[in-house]
T-cell receptor, first 113, second 111 residues
Framework: GEDVEQSLFLSVREGDSSVINCTYT??????LYWYKQEPGAGLQLLTY?????DMKQDQRLTVLLNKKDKHLSLRIADTQTGDSAIYFC?????????????FGKGTKLSVKP | ETGVTQSPTHLIKTRGQQVTLRCSSQ?????VSWYQQALGQGPQFIFQ???????GRGNFPPRFSGLQFPNYSSELNVNALELDDSALYLC??????????FGPGTRLTVT
């Protein structure tokens, strides 16, 4: 079945780069997403990448996709304390409705001043 | 701000009761999906509605049901509540392409 795995915690210093990693199992994924969730809040769409792309950059965010290894990463440049949150990786499956996103358990990013 | 709103914010119910949660999507969004997020977990897909019909369902029993209305609002109904139904319930709306936007969620506690 489908599965999305993420490491649970990441701690960085303010100003450093953060790299959050994710692996997925289903090779028929169409889109892969990164969402951010702050305490007590819903999910904020940060960025997404189509499965035939290798990289996408959006301001401080860089997404890298390695389809062969089914590995997705999110790099946040110049990490700020406001970036502290839980980051979820999610995949949308080919043939399924775009609403059927499979999420990982989330990576809690802590940014130390 | 995603333009997706949910009500109520918090809700406490007793085991065996029924609950209705509401979501208001962005104008023009013809799909709405509902997710359950247990504490410390990622969201789990419950179902999606497209043009007022169910269009995909996750591994949830029939006591989870939904409705979508022409005015971009939708409902999630859960019957015969169980303690394990305690979770954050999220709705997400979109146009059926790549982007989905989530609401702030309803925190349901079943005692």
């Amino acid at each position: 079945g489908e599965d999305v795995e993420q490491s649970l915690f990441l701690s960085v210093r303010e100003g450093d780069s953060s790299v959050i990693n994710c692996t997925y199992t289903d090779s028929s994924s169409t889109y892969l997403y990164w969402y951010k969730q702050e305490p007590g809040a819903g999910l904020q769409l940060l960025t997404y990448i189509f499965s035939n792309m290798d990289m996408k950059q959006d301001q401080r965010l860089t997404v890298l996709l390695n389809k062969k290894d089914k590995h997705l990463s999110l790099r946040i440049a110049d990490t700020q304390t406001g970036d502290s949150a839980i980051y979820f990786c999610a995949e949308a499956l080919y043939g399924g409705s775009q609403g059927n996103l499979i999420f990982g358990k989330g990576t809690k990013l802590s940014v130390k001043p | 701000e995603t333009g997706v709103t949910q009500s109520p914010t918090h809700l406490i119910k007793t085991r065996g009761q029924q609950v209705t949660l509401r979501c208001s999507s962005q104008s023009g969004h013809n799909t709405v999906s509902w997710y359950q997020q247990a504490l410390g977990q990622g969201p789990q897909f419950i179902f999606q509605y497209y043009r007022e019909e169910e269009n995909g369902r996750g591994n949830f029993p029939p006591r989870f049901s939904g409705l979508q209305f022409p005015n971009y609002s939708s409902e999630l109904n859960v019957n015969a509540l169980e303690l394990d139904d305690s979770a954050l319930y999220l709705c997400a709306s979109g146009t059926g392409d790549s982007e989905q936007y989530f609401g702030p969620g309803t925190r349901l506690t079943v005692t």
